[in-house]
């Protein structure tokens, strides 16, 4: 599927990183998630927890529900 919520949510993850600014290592330190995660996520081989996505929502400065928001930036 093209648009899944999981694609969606990748794709702004990356998008707002890249927005302000940040390494995917310097998000894990602002968000408490590792690294490793971050690019997992990035990449589609994992799926946030609702509690994660709002620790790197908030380490964004973004509000958690964009990250579930189809449309090009």
Known sequence: MANSTSEIIKYNIKYYRNLKGLTQEKLGELSGVSTDYISE???????????RLDLI?????????????????
């Open 57 to 73: 929502a908030r380490a964004l400065d973004v509000e958690i529900y964009k990250f579930f928001i189809a449309d090009k930036k």
């Open 41 to 51: 996520l990035e990449r589609g081989k994992k799926t946030p927890s609702i509690k």
